[in-house]
C-alpha cells in the first residue's frame, strides 16, 4: 500500500495512516462516501485494495474537488497544464508562485491549484478570513517535476476513472442522500485545534451540528468509521465525541511528533478513529481478533475497546 500513487501533498491527509485505517474497513464496499474528501487518500488506498466499487467525493473546498475530477478524469489534460506552470518559474520562482497565487484568488482555477500545492510551504493549505489562499511557497524547492507529475496522476487516474461521483457541497447534505449499502469514511476539520474554523477549509464545522449529524447516521443504522481528536504527548486535540453516539474508539499511534524532537521532547502523535455502532457489530462478528497500533513497537488493542474507557483515560 506503501507504494499506492498521489500526486498531492496534502498536510493532514491520511496517506500514511490508510493501511491501519482499512483494517476497520468491511472487505466488500458497494460505494464509499468521503463527504470530507480532501486529497482522497483513502479512496485511493481502498481502491487500490479492490475494496471498493465506486466511490463519492465530496469536499467544501470547490478547488478541490474540481481538481480531483480533472486528474481522475482527465488526467493528460491537468498534467500538461502542471508541466508548463512548472516550466515557466525558473527566471523567479518566487515571484512567480505569487503571480499564480493571485491569478488562482481571482479565478479559483483548479488547474493553477495543482501547482500551488505543489510548491506551497509543507503542502499546507491555507486561507486568510476572506476565504483567499495564502499560503507562501517553499523557497528551498520548485515542487514535483513534470515527470513524476505526471506518473502519479495517471497512477490515480487508473485507479479511480470512471468510479467517482464529485461534489462541493456541505457534507449534511451528503450523509441525507446515503444508501443501505454504503460506507463512509469521515475525516472532518475538529475543533480544539482552530476554534470554530480550520484555515485548512474555507470554514469549520460545529461540533453540535456533526454530533446531530452522527445520531442521525446511527438512527439509519450506518456503517461508518471518523478520525476525528487526537493527542500529542499528554496534551489532547479536538472534543472527544460523546459516548451516547456508542461509538468505538480506536487510537493509532501515529510517531514521535517532528516538531516536538526540535524543541527536545520526545512526544508520540496520537490520532483517534471512530467506529459505527453497526460498523463494530460486523467487525466482532468476523475472524479479526486484534488490530495494531502505529509504531516502531505496535501495541495489541483488544477488539473494539471500549470507548468509554479511552473517553475516560483522555479527560
Request: glycine letters at 6%.
Amino acid at each position: 500500500m506503501a507504494n499506492l500513487p498521489h500526486f498531492i501533498q496534502y498536510q493532514g491527509s491520511k496517506r500514511n495512516l490508510a493501511q491501519y485505517i482499512l483494517q476497520f474497513f468491511p472487505k466488500n464496499i458497494n460505494r464509499l462516501i468521503e463527504p470530507f474528501a480532501g486529497t482522497a487518500a483513502i479512496s485511493v488506498a481502498t481502491s487500490g485494495n479492490q475494496i471498493s466499487r465506486s466511490f463519492w467525493l465530496n469536499d467544501l473546498n470547490k478547488p478541490l474537488i474540481e481538481l480531483l475530477e480533472l486528474a481522475i478524469e482527465n488526467p493528460d489534460e491537468i498534467a500538461d497544464l502542471y508541466s508548463e506552470l512548472w516550466n515557466e518559474q525558473h527566471t523567479d520562482s518566487v515571484a512567480h508562485y505569487f503571480e499564480v497565487r493571485s491569478k488562482f484568488n481571482k479565478t479559483n482555477d483548479p488547474k493553477l491549484f495543482l501547482y500551488l500545492l505543489a510548491r506551497c510551504v509543507k503542502g499546507s493549505v491555507r486561507y486568510n478570513s476572506e476565504g483567499l489562499f495564502n499560503q507562501s511557497p517553499d523557497k528551498r524547492r520548485k515542487g514535483t517535476r513534470p515527470e513524476k507529475m505526471r506518473k502519479n496522476i495517471a497512477g490515480v487516474s487508473s485507479l479511480l476513472k470512471g468510479k467517482c461521483k464529485f461534489t462541493s457541497l456541505d457534507y449534511r447534505e451528503v450523509l441525507d442522500q446515503i444508501q443501505d449499502t454504503d460506507f463512509i469514511y469521515m475525516d472532518p476539520p475538529y475543533q480544539g485545534v482552530c476554534g470554530n474554523r480550520d484555515s485548512r477549509y474555507l470554514s469549520g464545522i460545529d461540533f453540535d451540528d456533526f454530533v446531530l449529524a452522527l445520531e442521525q447516521l446511527n438512527r439509519k443504522e450506518a456503517a461508518f468509521a471518523i478520525s476525528y481528536d487526537g493527542k500529542l504527548g499528554d496534551r489532547a486535540f479536538g472534543k472527544v465525541l460523546p459516548l451516547s453516539l456508542s461509538l468505538e474508539r480506536i487510537e493509532i499511534e501515529v510517531g514521535r511528533s517532528s516538531q516536538s524532537t526540535l524543541l527536545g521532547k520526545e512526544e508520540t502523535t496520537v490520532e483517534s478513529l471512530y467506529l459505527s455502532p453497526s460498523l463494530s457489530r460486523s467487525l466482532v462478528n468476523t475472524q479479526i481478533n486484534d488490530f495494531t497500533c502505529i509504531g516502531k513497537k505496535p501495541k495489541q488493542l483488544n477488539l473494539l475497546e471500549k470507548h468509554g474507557e479511552f473517553a475516560a483515560a483522555t479527560r
